[in-house]
């Protein structure tokens, strides 16, 4: 299954964060899909920035840690490492691996102007389209994160509970876009692990509807099913789209990249 998306038509480069405050809600899967569909169908070349301290994204992307403890994200934005030495290759993209020791990154970076170090020290990365991989919290990271952001998606499951972490990023945003990013946009809300047939999943769409005008946005049409096909690929460090080209979140990362391509 091909999906034709003219990306050649994009002038400038797009940093993309995708964002949401609650863990299990595919962020790490979002960046991972986006940046196989892109290199692998669409010849983009993408660099993938891994800023969770769980460093899922460098797991999954068949990264070993133990050989990225000298180079890394935390290293890089300590200015112990450039942005070359930090780049590693996975099948598909490239990728700034993460680090346990981010985890002490709110006061390990005290300096003034601290928000902006991400996007300084990735600001001569010559790629299509940067993806960065968030951790689920409303912490330094992220700030930073959206401050070098051009773009951001927000992946969330049809849960309450994923409704009052996007209002928690919802004002996390306008903060960004205030104080060190105000051209910081919002791209939209992908819906995860999706049932239409499940009533709490349409009753909670009604909300993000609702949700999603107020914050100036809207809610993707391509919603992605869950399948155990994706733990299975992610479990052997495989590409997704290697695994099962067929299954149903394959077949609907197809179609967001299809939608999403409309905004960049």
């Known amino acids: 299954m091909v999906f034709y998306l003219n990306f050649m038509e994009v002038k400038i480069l797009e940093i993309i964060s995708v964002n949401i405050t609650k863990g299990g809600c595919g962020k790490t899967t979002t960046v991972q899909m986006l940046g196989e569909i892109l290199s692998k169908e669409y010849g983009k070349k993408v660099l993938c920035i891994d800023t969770d301290p769980q460093c899922n ?5 068949g990264i070993d840690l133990m050989e990225c403890q000298e180079h890394n994200l935390y290293t890089l934005l300590k200015e112990e490492s450039t942005l070359e030495e930090c780049i590693v290759k996975s099948k598909y993209y490239d990728i700034i691996a993460g680090s346990l020791l981010l985890a ?5 970076f ?14 001569k990365a010559n790629y299509d389209v940067i993806l960065i991989d968030t951790p689920p919290s409303l912490g330094l990271l992220n700030i930073m994160s959206l401050t070098a952001s051009t773009k951001i998606i927000i992946p969330t499951e049809c849960s309450y509970l994923a409704m009052i972490g996007l209002d928690q990023l919802s004002n996390t945003i306008e903060s960004v876009r205030k104080h060190s990013n105000k051209e910081l946009e919002i791209a939209g809300i992908l819906l995860i692990k999706y049932n239409s047939r499940a009533n709490i999943n349409n009753a909670v769409l009604n909300g993000l509807e609702k949700m999603s005008a107020k914050m100036n946005t809207k809610v993707f049409e391509s919603k992605i099913r869950e399948t155990v096909k994706v733990k299975e690929a992610q479990s052997q460090q495989e590409p997704i789209i290697d695994w099962d080209s067929s299954c149903s979140a394959v077949v609907d990362y197809y179609s967001f990249v299809k939608d999403l391509a409309t905004l960049l």
């Open 57 to 61: 994204l460098t797991t999954v992307s």
């Open 104 to 108: 002490y990154a709110d006061t390990e």
């Open 110 to 123: 005290n300096q003034l102007g601290r928000e902006y170090l991400l996007k300084e020290r990735i600001e």
